[in-house]
Nanobody, 124 residues
Framework: QVQLVESGGGLVQAGGSLRLSCAAS????????MGWFRQAPGKEREFVAA????????LYADSVKGRFTISRDNAKNTLYLQMNNLKPEDTAVYYC?????????????????WGQGTQVTVSS
């Protein structure tokens, strides 16, 4: 059974930074595309970023491009999301997810395992 556990969320002022981590169980982490999504209250879950199994290819939502960086450490079975210059509109629960696709994609239908989420709150 695959387990994904996010951590690193919290309360930060606008302009600040946070780094989220997602620890994955199992030995096959390095075989899969991984992604980050977020969901704000009253809104649908939306794509944030995704990364190929090797880390050589990434995809970002336009809203976070240039501010967020997705990365992974396959030796540690861990996915990261470095978030800089945070804005109040980044406030949401952030989820990591494992994809069934061969390349980084944005649609939620390509992701079949999800973590429980970590809250990020950005104050103005």
């Amino acid at each position: 059974q695959v387990q994904l556990v996010e951590s690193g969320g919290g309360l930060v002022q606008a302009g600040g930074s946070l780094r989220l981590s997602c620890a994955a169980s199992g030995r096959s982490f390095s075989n899969y595309v991984m992604g980050w999504f977020r969901q704000a209250p009253g809104k649908e879950r939306e794509f944030v970023a995704a990364i190929s199994w090797s880390g050589g290819s990434t995809l970002y939502a336009d809203s976070v491009k240039g501010r967020f960086t997705i990365s992974r450490d396959n030796a540690k079975n861990t996915l990261y999301l470095q978030m800089n210059n945070l804005k109040p509109e980044d406030t949401a629960v952030y989820y990591c997810a494992r994809s069934v696709a061969a390349a980084p994609l944005a649609a939620t239908r390509y992701y079949n395992y999800w973590g429980q989420g970590t809250q990020v709150t950005v104050s103005s």
